[in-house]
């Protein structure tokens, strides 16, 4: 078994000096930082969850005392541990504990089944599974058996609850304190975790983000955003996420000492509850959340009067939509845009309506070097839409182990090709236009239309597969699978059925499916999938608009 991290192509060391000099990168740790606050503010409530609430002083003891529990069940540093927990405490004890070894986590979301899991087991030759029995009636433990018989060397399974045949995770943390563990096992330039990017092309990548590059987010994040000791930040959105988790997310408010309130759902009759109960100040939500949140908050009991900021970000949001947060939820909108590969855009609290209603922000350090070039390769006129490339002081310049995503995504100077059209204003504030990739993006939720037209294709009645978006008044986006059949058209219901059984995500099953004869000619004279599916795009269009 390998257990160290295959060398990553890192940031040249001429830049990676510039950064440090600047103060960017401080070689601190997570595993420090979190004993460094501990200390400072003991008694300071750090996390509150279900019934659940720990002080600076219990989150930083239950997670020297989970570390201590995976040193003795035999991982060592370096090893990669799949974290795949809703939005309970436990999440950030068992993170802090893998960080304060030199484990790596590998963040899944909720809604992964076996595929997804599957395939981020072998991505990252994870060792160990960190999960729940149940959640939001989804039984866990049948994917977990089934995820250690197709990948055996995920030999160690730590579970929330009723861990039946598995570890129960408060044995783990049972034996000792971890007392005699040290803060951090780690250095600043040392790889933390993995995340995981939205998979625009194929399946997801992994990107590994390290505790230097990713703490320098937190920090100026949390700054941007406005919080300190007194701001409450609730976690509505999965965790999981690189938003919620870093922009500034629970992460950042942790880092500036302020208090998590973990949601079990971002619905708002779980939200609203939780936000008057704890004095929530700052949330992070996408946009077809948020429109339930304005629509739900006109007839709710709950007082919301403590929000001051909603950031939005994930997916583009209608400038009309941005426009009625202050009436509706007191509060100001501050929009974000970024992606789990580096790159973090914000609009800044008291911008003047014009950028912070129609913009998507800019970047978060004057060292974030940006690029937007038309299809030749060449920076576009100023103000003109074109690609963004990017990179800096926190934007990846590999993924882990992928040669052939890395050749795809960054250039030979080390920028990475976001897939995002977008233009500058001359305050230097982005606007996102559309991108150039197939994703689709539902919700936030980023789809790879390569991904679902393969599942499709392995059915035994689908001929051709071509998965678009399509504009979609609620989610932004919705996915529509076009299908040429093979032998007698099978029923879309059964389609989607099929995408389910091979253990997808629920967010990936096609939303609507077209059943059609052919192709344009384009498909049969072998023009790329992308021009056959941005002509199936447009006449489905066409059609929505005419009926
Ligand atoms: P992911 O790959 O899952 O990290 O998603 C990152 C992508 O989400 C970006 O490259 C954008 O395409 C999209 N995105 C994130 N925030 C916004 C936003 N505020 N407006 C429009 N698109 C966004
Ligand atoms: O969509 C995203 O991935 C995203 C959105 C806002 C993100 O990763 C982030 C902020 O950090």
Avoid at 182 to 207: E, H, N, R, W, Y
Wanted: overall charge negative.
């Amino acid at each position: 078994m390998m257990n160290t991290i295959p060398a990553i192509q890192v940031w040249p060391p001429e830049l990676a000096e510039r950064y440090r000099a600047a103060g960017y990168w401080r070689n601190e740790t997570f595993g420090a930082w979190l004993r460094e606050r501990a200390q400072q503010h003991p008694d300071r409530v750090a996390v509150v969850g279900g019934d659940q609430r720990w002080t600076y002083a219990e989150l930083d003891q239950h997670a020297s005392a989970l570390a201590a529990g995976l040193l003795r069940a035999g991982l060592v540093k370096g090893d990669r541990v799949l974290v795949h927990l809703p939005n309970i405490p436990e999440f950030i004890s068992v993170i802090f504990a893998l960080f304060r070894v030199g484990l790596l986590p590998v963040y899944a979301l909720p809604a992964h089944r076996i595929a997804e899991i599957e395939h981020f087991a072998k991505g990252a030759q994870a060792r160990a599974y960190v999960g729940v029995d149940q959640h939001a009636g989804f039984d866990y433990r049948p994917l977990v058996r089934e995820l250690q018989s197709r990948r055996p060397w995920v030999e160690h399974v730590f579970l929330v609850g009723d861990a039946q045949e598995f570890t129960p995770l408060e044995q783990l943390a049972g034996h000792s304190t971890g007392a005699d563990l040290p803060a951090s096992a780690c250095q600043g330039s040392d790889v933390a975790f993995m995340q995981i990017s939205g998979g625009s092309t194929g399946l997801s990548k992994l990107i590994p983000r390290t505790h230097d590059d990713y703490i320098y987010t937190l920090r100026e994040s949390a700054r941007i955003c406005g919080l300190g000791p007194d701001s409450v930040f609730l976690g509505a959105l999965p965790i999981a996420h690189n938003f919620p988790m870093s922009s500034p997310g629970f992460l950042g408010a942790l880092y500036a000492g302020a208090r998590v309130v973990l949601s079990p759902s971002p619905s708002p009759d779980a939200a609203f509850k939780l936000i008057e109960r704890e004095g929530v100040t700052v949330t992070s939500l996408v946009p077809p959340l948020l429109l339930q949140w304005l629509e739900d908050a006109a007839r709710t009991p709950h007082t919301l009067n403590t929000l001051q900021v909603i950031q939005v970000g994930g997916a583009r949001l209608a400038d009309e939509v941005a426009q009625r947060v202050r009436p509706v939820l007191g509060a100001e909108v501050q929009q974000v845009f970024g992606m789990a590969e580096g790159l973090v855009n914000y609009t800044r609290l008291g911008d003047p309506d014009e950028l912070a209603l129609h913009t998507q922000g800019r970047p978060i350090s004057p060292a974030d070097e940006i690029l937007i070039l038309d299809d030749a390769g060449l920076p576009v006129p100023e103000g003109e839409p074109g690609h963004l490339l990017t990179r800096g002081p926190y934007t990846i310049r590999a993924y882990h182990d992928n040669p052939s995503a890395n050749a795809r995504s960054f250039t030979e100077d080390g920028y990475y090709r976001t897939g995002d059209v977008v233009r500058m204003t001359p305050e230097g504030y982005l606007i996102v236009q559309g991108r150039a990739g197939d994703h689709i993006n539902r919700a936030g939720e980023k789809i790879s239309a390569e991904e679902i037209e393969d599942h499709l294709l392995a059915h035994p009645g689908v001929f051709d597969a071509a998965v678009v978006s399509v504009p979609d008044d609620y989610l932004g986006e919705r996915s529509c699978a076009f299908i040429i059949p093979k032998g007698p058209t099978p029923r879309a219901i059964e389609l989607k059925r099929w995408i389910r059984e091979r253990g997808l995500a629920e967010f990936k099953v096609p939303d609507q499916v077209v059943f059609v004869d052919r192709f344009a000619e384009t498909a049969a004279l072998k023009i790329s999938r992308k021009a056959l599916r941005a002509e199936l795009r447009a006449r489905l269009i066409t059609k929505q608009a005419e009926s």
